[in-house]
């Protein structure tokens, strides 16, 4: 598997969810090993690395800043990134907040799409999870396991008739298990919620056509896209919080109640222990697979064993 990035430049626009700012967004190429950088077009094309070390604050969405230069709201478009195997890119806006669009990653989905994906000479690299590792706080909590693959198991639960308890597991081995079963869900609030977030200067621009908003019984936005499309969403925010590792993940990822702070909270702690994790290229992980599908068929059967 080789690096990844898009064929040509495409553009958008909207407004940001808490700012409530019109944004033009716009994605480019970029060269190999050069991972996926933020540039603030109206701030002299300022980059930012979509890294963990950049996190700033968490306040129902996750920013980075360097400098005093910041990008609000980035896990929608790095989840989106992530899921379509796309390793290289620069993401310019003109504001401070990514674009909302219609609250989930379908729009960046289909831009995606239409860039095209072009495959790199060299090769991709996995961050590959050794050893178990948990973040909490309080009854929030994750974990991550080692694990062949990308896998996320999610558990939200909320007092609310319309949601309790939501569980979901999600493989994310090919680009189409994330554009069909996480891309095109929405996230939500409740309107009991939005008079607080709006006098703490956040949820701006948000209303009926950019989140699910959720009443006491019913929900303010016609139908839902999933039976379960609040805990799909929040597999879509682990998936893009996740990304500030900067590299794909191989682990299973395994979530209760948690939020941003808790998804950005576990990214730390990989990165801070080494002994966790390998960071290992394409080829190498061929290699190590091989090994371990070969060690499992030299086990002698228990019928060899009663023979000899
Ligand atoms: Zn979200």
Known sequence: MKQRTIKKSVKTSGIGLHSGKRVNLEFHPAPENNGIVFRRKDKGFF???ADI????????????????????TTEHLLATL????????FIDIDA????????SASAFVYLLKEAGIKEQSLE???????????????????SIYPYDGFKITYTIEFDHPLIRLQTRTIELNREEDFENDVSPARTFGFLKDVEMLRKNGLALGGSLENAIVVDSDRILNGHLRFADE???????????DLALLGYPILGHVV???????????????IREDS??????????LEFIMSKQSNSKNTEPSPQFQELS
């Open 53 to 72: 070390s950049h996190v700033s604050k968490l306040a129902y969405a996750t920013n980075l800043s360097k400098d005093g230069i910041s990008i609000a």
């Open 82 to 89: 992530r899921g379509l195997h796309i390793d290289n890119i």
């Open 47 to 49: 980059p930012i690395k």
């Open 275 to 284: 002994d966790c994790f390998e960071i290992v290229n394409a080829g190498e």
């Open 230 to 240: 609040f805990v799909r969403h929040k597999i879509l925010d682990v998936i893009g």
């Open 255 to 269: 979530a209760y109640k948690a939020g941003h702070e808790i998804h950005t909270g576990l990214a730390k702690e």
């Open 124 to 142: 991709r690299k996995y961050l590959r999870i050794l050893k178990p590792k948990h973040y909490l706080n309080g009854d929030r909590r994750i």
């Open 96 to 103: 401070e907040e990514t674009p909302i669009m219609d609250g």
